[in-house]
Each structure stands twice: as C-alpha cells, then as structure tokens.
C-alpha cells in the first residue's frame, strides 16, 4: 500500500522550516549582541603624525603601539601626514581623532585662516623644535644684524620652520625684514647642504638637539651658531608667545665651544573634543607610566614627560582634554587656573 505524503510533507517542511529559522536567529542575536558589545569596547582612533623618516612619525607610530600594548582596547592608526599645520586642520575639521603639532600652530590657523578650534583639545606638551641658525665661520656673519643682504634658508613652504620659526621671528627680534634679505624655502636637508655647497649663507634648522647633520656639517665645515640674548628673546616672546629661550650646552656639537641661548617651541598632542575621557587617560597611562619603553622611541621621546606635560600650554587657545586632566591631577601635577 502507497502511503500518501502529500499532505503531511508540506507540513513537516514548515515545521523543520520553523525550527531552522528560529535556530539562526537565536544564533544570529546571540553573536550580534556579542559583536555589539565588542565593538562599543573597541576604539579605533588616527593620529596625524608627519614624514615617514621625521621625528613625528617615530613618536607617533611608537605611542600608539604602546597604547594598543597595554589596552588592546584602543587601536590607533599613527598616519603619515605633512605635520603640523595638516594634521591641526584635520583634528579641528573631525577628520581625525588625534595629531602632533607644533607650538604657535592653532593660533597662526585661527588667525590666518579663521580655523574653528571648538572641536580641539590639548592632551600633552613633550618634545622641541630648537632653532639652529647656522653660517660657516668664513662667512663673515656674527650675528642676526648681519644676515641682511645674505641668502638665508627659512624653512619650505608651509612648513612650522617657515611660519613659526623665521621670517616672523627675524622682523619680531631684529627688525629683519624679507626685502632685507634673500629667503630661500629650502628644508633641513637643502640648508645643509647648501652651507656645504656655497649656495646660502646661512640658515635656521628646526629641531631638538643635538641633530646628526648638523654634526655631519661640523664634521666637514667650521661652523658657526648664532645667539640670541635675552632682550631679544623678550622681543620674540611679546610677537610669538609659543617661543622660550634654551640653552645649547657646550660640547652639543664638536664647533660649539660655549653654552649658546637660542629659541625653542614645544610640540603639542592634541586630539578631538568628543573623545571619550577613558580613552585619553588610558592614551596617557600608556605613554606616561611606562618611561624606560616610551624612552627607547626617540631620543625626542623623554621629553614627554609630567615634568614637561604642561609647559607653556597657558598660551594655547584650547583647553585640555577632561581625560588628560583627570590623569594630571591623579599625578599631582595640574593645578586650577
């Protein structure tokens, strides 16, 4: 006898369709919850930085990679940019979430280019830009009055070198004005080798010391550095608040004979306003409580320290952030203003 299915196998088809269906969707929401709660745990952040082979990039890319080592929670993506004024722009624009700048840069783009800072805040101030303002002994340059009529390397177009560091500097100091002299947009590499080869008189490097082409220069040329006094530095500061004085030690390079007062700018962590608090204070127990791993970075790195953290921060248009904040007052170190 011939058992009819007809009516019976449409009904198991629903049932075991039914089943099916209720299986997946079970499984589905179980691992979507899961997903969910992974990914409101995860933070992926970028961070401008600078060139692949500068001092930006290798403070950048090794912070973040201590980030993510000690909070697997927190990815940061240390992007290579063309530094300071971009990566400010792209903080300050939302594009990204986090940038190394230089001093002076937030308050040239919101005046030059009227730049909405309300979405940027500070996170740390750490490492320096120094300016080297070198000639060749043979030069018949002694100080900055005698730069007039000369070829001078100020640093490419755009660059912090050109806009924060020379020709405003030279006119907010001596009186030096562009028609006074022969700017020529040359970077660090141009400016030395320049020097080397006779085709500038002198120029400024703009970076922390000691550098080894300015030892390889010193090396192969007599060299000279120019001071700066302190009533120009007060000349400098009342135009460029973001510019202190320093002290090159003696012996920093082999034609240095004598401790040399130059102008220096500190370097700025800032990050966006909406990040969350916990993120920015573990971004700073990373970096901040492990010294001897972040040292090993860059020589440049030691210098982001709690010591160092709030240095001239008072002349910046924009607050800190509250994560960076609640670790500075856990470290003692932040007082009200």
């Given at each position: ?50 060139s ?23 990815q940061?993506n ?17 594009e990204?979430?986090?940038g ?10 919101a005046?030059?280019e ?17 300016a ?8 018949g ?19 912090a070198?050109?806009?924060l ?14 028609g ?7 970077d660090f ?8 080869e ?6 400024v ?7 080894s ?8 040329h ?6 700066v006094?302190s ?15 320093i002290t ?7 034609d ?16 966006s ?5 916990d993120v920015?204070y573990?971004?700073m127990?990373?970096?901040y409580?492990?010294?001897e791993?972040?040292?090993q ?7 982001w ?8 921060a008072?002349?910046d ?16 170190v932040w007082s009200?203003?």
């Amino acid at each position: 006898m011939k058992i009819k299915f007809k009516g019976i196998l449409p009904s198991l088809l629903a049932i075991l369709l039914v089943i099916c269906l209720s299986g997946c969707s079970s499984g589905g929401d179980s691992d979507s919850n899961d997903g969910g709660a992974e990914k409101q745990d995860k933070h992926f952040l970028s961070m401008g930085t600078g060139s692949s082979s500068g001092t930006y990039y290798y403070i950048g890319a090794g912070f973040a990679n201590m980030v993510s080592k000690y909070y697997p929670e927190i990815q940061i993506n240390a992007q290579s940019t063309a530094a300071a004024f971009e990566n400010a722009r792209l903080v300050a624009n939302g594009e990204m979430d986090m940038g190394l700048i230089c001093g002076g840069t937030l308050e040239f783009l919101a005046e030059e280019e009227n730049l909405d800072l309300s979405n940027a805040a500070l996170v740390a101030v750490g490492h320096r830009s120094d300016a080297h303002w070198i000639t060749l002994k043979n030069s018949g340059i002694e100080s900055f009055e005698d730069l007039r009529g000369k070829r001078v390397g100020v640093g490419p177009q755009g660059s912090a070198t050109l806009i924060l560091a020379s020709i405003k500097t030279l006119e907010a100091g001596w009186g030096i004005k562009p028609g006074e002299y022969t700017p020529l947009y040359y970077d660090f590499g141009e400016i030395i080798r320049g020097l080397k080869e006779g085709t500038i008189d002198a120029g400024v490097v703009f970076a922390g010391f000691p550098l080894s082409s300015v030892m390889d220069l010193c090396s192969t040329h007599d060299v000279r550095f120019l001071e700066v006094t302190s009533e120009e530095i007060e000349r400098i500061q009342a135009v460029q608040p973001y510019l202190q004085g320093i002290t090159m030690p003696a012996g920093t390079y082999s034609d240095l004979d004598k401790d040399t007062q130059i102008y220096t700018a500190n370097q700025r962590m800032i990050c966006s306003k909406d990040l969350p608090e916990d993120v920015v204070y573990k971004f700073m127990k990373a970096i901040y409580e492990h010294p001897e791993e972040r040292d090993q970075i860059h020589p440049q790195a030691a210098l982001w320290n709690l010591e160092q953290a709030l240095n001239g921060a008072e002349s910046d248009p924009v607050e800190f952030h509250p994560g960076a904040v609640k670790f500075y007052k856990e470290k003692g170190v932040w007082s009200e203003k």
